[in-house]
């Protein structure tokens, strides 16, 4: 291996401690992130994707605390840093954007003030100075008429705009790692094409890495060199995406993969995945997902399986990922 | 074989007015659906897709009559029911603009001939009125309207796409399915309880837990709630809203496979409306292909996909990520700028500021729907003229 990973997620455990009990979001896991390569996080509703990247940003709310694991970004576990170490960090090595701007951009200030206090919290130049930057980057991302944009405020923009105005904010600093959290989601799917694409060429031109949270196992296929699956705060597979895709080893991932109509090719009957998606509160024993598994022994309801290499590079959760060998995904 | 048509809807036009000022004066309109037709034939699943806010809820709701249609007609089995829910006064003129008046013409000019050349449901009121009158006319359009309405809001039923807020949280699930069964006296009240029960088993809810609250059940289960209680009435034709939108990918299917052997078992009609082309694809006979208010293009699902001829369900169809790392580096068709407003959609071709081959004249005229193969139709100057292969 002559790469090193530019971001390491080790056994990481986020836990919110609520009234109802203790929801354990985020329960041991690990990733790593390469340089210029783009990783791709999937799962369901829940799964603690969203809990993930929060967790690297350090961006929890009061209830949430890291429980365990590291954070280590070149050399440093992020989980030590101090909080204004972390704020250097934060926006300037690693930014993040959301699935719905709405939220992250503050409705009171145009959208130039926003990019420009960005610009001017992590560089060292003037208010004018920032302004020809801000312009600059709004023409990056494809914003029409910036000069004129520059001045609006978020609600004047339309869903897809307001889109590109964040990652313009996200890569005002440059940063070596951008985190974006379902960016797509909320958006129409011509529009979403058009901030793909633009994700893609910036990504080049910056030369970022690139973590993609998503549940459309489409975006996925389309963006990521690497995926994660996440099942109930797990990760339940790992791998390279033309493995994932053509040879899955878990069978989450297979029941998946099975059941999401295409546009592609026409399907006689969409295989589904049985029962409900897991209460955070009250986790099924064992194998989180053998309630729902169509491969599930005795073993699997007493004993959780650990993550293991199946193959170079290709990791799996389950006891019985062999069978999965004789299935071909259709 | 002739497919027999269950709905038909002819021109439907429906505007929201917009108001502003201290008098709530109308300063403008948004034009949700604006002339849109198409037929839906007995035991098939229409397909409904389209972008956010190009009106395919507004169509699924002026259907039901949620929404008072601006214009246009809606004809449920071979009867015109615009009307139902109008004033009655309203009503009355409305049979006379659009029948009476029209009708007395005919007779004048062309007599008994003029039936020739009409159309059902025109054609049946016509003969209404040679033998009757206009009085017979009027009779059979309006008279027990109450009782028509009753019927009309039994037949078409809708699920819709939030499982959360669409089910009463303060009402036992039991109650939820019941509700229609009692208003409607589909069941003794003895035997509700038992009809109810077997509802539930039919959209795979264990009915013992009929006196559960919405709550205490997932957002798949609930959508299956939804469905139990639409059902329940035994309608004819089903408006499925995003009804699978807001559920997660593994539970999606579930509801899709669910809602298919439902229609097999109860012989239902679907109107499917949905965003995504692929779920539109997998469920639809036959595709409607909306933007801004207009059916752009409509033909069986298998024409749709091996021969797409409008601009914009090319786009569409390029547009979708597919879930193959294989196929990553195909090339897309990517559209320019946003989708336009409803309030002031563009002159001509409504797609034509999107649009990758639009010429002048897709900016001055506008292209009307028209059927360039059997049952396949397309509004657009230059059909076909954008290629991109899946
Ligand atoms: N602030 C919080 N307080 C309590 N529980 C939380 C909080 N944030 C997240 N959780 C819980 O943590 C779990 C993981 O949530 P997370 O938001 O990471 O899911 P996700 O995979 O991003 O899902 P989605 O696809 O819906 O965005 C969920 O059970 C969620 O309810
Ligand atoms: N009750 C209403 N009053 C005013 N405008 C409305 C109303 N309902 C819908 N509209 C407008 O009509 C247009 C069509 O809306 P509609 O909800 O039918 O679109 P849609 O295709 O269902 O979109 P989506 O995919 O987002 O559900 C939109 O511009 C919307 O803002
Ligand atoms: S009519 Fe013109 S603008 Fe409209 S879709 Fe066809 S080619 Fe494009
Ligand atoms: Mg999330
Ligand atoms: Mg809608």
């Known amino acids: 291996m002559e790469k090193q990973p530019i971001l390491r997620v080790e056994n990481l455990k986020t836990y919110f401690y609520t009234e109802d009990g203790v929801v354990k979001a985020v329960d041991g896991v690990t990733f790593d992130l390469y340089e210029g390569e783009t990783l791709g996080i999937v799962g369901e509703s829940g799964s603690g994707k969203s809990v993930t990247s929060l967790s690297i940003m350090r961006l929890l709310d009061e209830k949430g605390k890291i429980v365990d694991g590291k954070i280590i970004f070149k050399g440093k576990n992020l989980l030590e840093l101090s909080e204004a170490e972390m704020r250097k960090i934060r926006g300037n090595e690693i930014a993040m954007i959301f699935q719905e701007p709405m939220v992250a951009l503050n409705p009171v200030y145009t959208i130039g003030d926003q990019i420009m206090e960005a610009i001017m919290l992590h560089q060292n130049v003037g208010e004018s100075k920032a302004r020809e930057i801000a312009i600059d980057l709004l023409r990056k991302v494809g914003i029409p008429e910036p000069e004129k944009r520059v001045d609006q405020y978020p609600h004047q923009l339309s869903g897809g705009m307001r889109q590109r105005a964040m990652i313009a904010m996200a890569l005002s600093c440059r940063p070596s790692i951008l985190i974006a959290d379902e960016p797509t989601t909320a958006l129409d799917v011509t529009i979403q094409a058009q901030i793909l694409d633009l994700m893609k060429e910036l990504q080049k031109e910056y030369g970022m890495a690139l973590i993609m949270i998503t549940h459309d196992m489409g975006v996925i296929a389309e963006m990521a060199d690497r995926v994660v699956v996440m099942y109930a705060g797990r990760v339940v597979e790992y791998g390279e995406v033309h493995e994932i895709f053509k040879k899955p080893r878990h069978p989450y991932t297979y029941g998946l993969l099975s059941s999401i109509p295409r546009l592609d090719v026409e399907q006689e009957k969409l295989k589904s995945i049985p029962g409900t998606v897991p209460d955070p509160l009250s986790f099924p024993s064992g194998c989180k997902f053998h309630p729902r598994c169509e491969f599930a022994q005795e073993r699997c309801k007493n004993e959780e399986p650990e993550l293991v290499e199946v193959e170079p590079g290709h990791f799996s959760r389950c006891f019985f990922w062999e069978k999965l060998k004789e299935l071909e995904v259709k | ?390």
């Open chain 2, 1 to 390: 074989m002739e497919k027999k048509v269950v709905l038909k809807v002819e021109n439907l036009v429906k505007y929201f007015p917009i108001k502003a000022g201290v008098f709530r004066r109308t300063v403008g309109w948004v034009k949700a659906v604006d002339g849109v037709s198409f037929e839906v034939y007995e035991g098939e699943t229409l397909g409904l897709v389209g972008e956010s806010g190009c009106g395919k809820t507004t169509v699924g709701m002026t259907l039901l009559r949620l929404y008072e249609p601006t214009s246009g007609r809606i004809i449920v089995e071979g009867e015109d029911t615009t009307h139902y829910f109008m004033p009655y006064l309203k009503a009355r003129s409305y049979v006379k603009k659009t029948y009476i008046r029209r009708f007395e013409n005919l007779k004048k000019e062309k007599g008994e001939d003029a039936l020739k050349e009409l159309e059902e449901p025109d054609k049946k009121y016509y003969k209404i009125f040679l033998e009757g009158g206009k009085r017979a006319l009027y009779e059979h359009l309006l008279s027990n309207l109450p009782e028509k309405r009753r019927a009309f809001r039994r037949e078409l039923q809708i699920v819709f796409q939030d499982p959360y807020s669409s089910l009463d949280p303060r009402m036992r699930i039991k109650n939820i399915v019941a509700e229609g069964i009692a208003a409607h006296k589909l069941a003794d009240k003895e035997r509700i309880n038992d009809a109810v029960a077997s509802i539930l088993e039919d959209v795979g809810i264990i009915p013992g837990h009929m006196f559960r609250y919405p709550h205490e059940f997932s957002g798949g289960q609930r959508q299956r709630i939804g469905i139990a209680r639409a059902l329940a009435l035994q309608p004819k034709v089903v408006i499925a809203d995003e009804a699978v939108a807001a559920l997660d990918v593994s539970i999606r299917s579930q509801i899709i496979n669910l809602m298919e052997e439902l229609q097999e078992r109860h012989k239902l009609t679907y109107i499917f409306i949905s965003h995504d082309l692929s779920v539109i694809r997998h469920v639809s006979d036959r595709i409607a292909v909306m933007y801004l208010g207009k059916i752009v293009e409509l033909a069986p699902k298998k024409e749709l996909f091996e021969n797409p001829l409008h601009p914009y369900t090319v786009s569409l169809m390029s547009a979708i990520p597919i879930p193959d790392p294989e196929k990553r580096n195909k090339k897309r068709i990517i559209l320019k700028g946003d989708v336009p407003s409803p309030i002031n959609p563009p002159s001509g071709c409504r797609f034509h500021t999107r649009c990758p081959v639009a010429k002048d004249i897709c900016k001055e005229k506008e292209p009307p729907l028209v059927e360039v193969k059997p049952g396949h139709f397309v509004a657009c100057h230059f059909p076909g003229s954008l290629k991109w292969s899946m």
